[in-house]
């Protein structure tokens, strides 16, 4: 069996407006600017999804569709349950994935970075926007790469 998962943390949101609830919140200038840089790794290095699966939050739904058009017009589905969701929740997407395809999840943390060490066993910090990819060969996840905007120069 081999399988890849995406995991990307949302892009850097606004907490300029206080009477937003947070599911409302949009992207800043900064979370504007890094997802479409981290689109253009992602397509680089071949990560490119079969699907995407996004929290229903605004700020996950804009980094999707601030991805650009190779990514964000991938069949996807916007979740409810990815809003803030458990390591549980995002393990069960991980385990839906078919055989010898790609998926990627848009979500929050503490949820990526808990979900990236329990598939891998490595605790890795992911900024927003980041993104890591994973790779699951005979029931073995590993992590093979970490995406991070300041790292992009």
């Given at each position: 069996?081999?399988?890849?998962?995406?995991?990307?943390?949302?892009?850097?949101?606004?907490?300029?407006?206080?009477?937003?609830?947070?599911?409302?919140?949009?992207?800043?200038?900064?979370?504007?600017?890094?997802?479409?840089?981290?689109?253009?790794?992602?397509?680089?290095?071949?990560?490119?999804?079969?699907?995407?699966?996004?929290?229903?939050?605004?700020?996950?739904?804009?980094?999707?569709?601030?991805?650009?058009?190779?990514?964000?017009?991938?069949?996807?589905?916007?979740?409810?349950?990815?809003?803030?969701?458990?390591?549980e929740t995002l393990l069960s997407v991980a385990e839906s994935i078919p055989e010898n395809t790609t998926h990627m999840i848009i979500s929050h943390n503490p949820g990526c970075e808990m979900l990236l060490e329990k598939l891998s066993g490595e605790l890795e910090i992911m900024p927003t926007a980041s993104a890591a990819l994973m790779m699951e060969r005979n029931g073995r996840w590993r992590l093979l790469d970490l995406i991070r905007p300041k790292n992009l120069g």
């Open positions: 069996m081999n399988r890849r998962l995406v995991i990307m943390r949302h892009a850097h949101s606004s907490r300029d407006d206080p009477n937003l609830a947070d599911h409302d919140r949009p992207l800043d200038e900064r979370g504007l600017r890094d997802s479409p840089r981290v689109a253009k790794q992602i397509l680089r290095r071949g990560w490119k999804p079969n699907r995407i699966s996004v929290s229903s939050s605004l700020r996950t739904i804009q980094t999707l569709k601030n991805l650009g058009p190779e990514l964000s017009e991938i069949p996807y589905s916007i979740e409810q349950r990815l809003y803030h969701a458990s390591p």
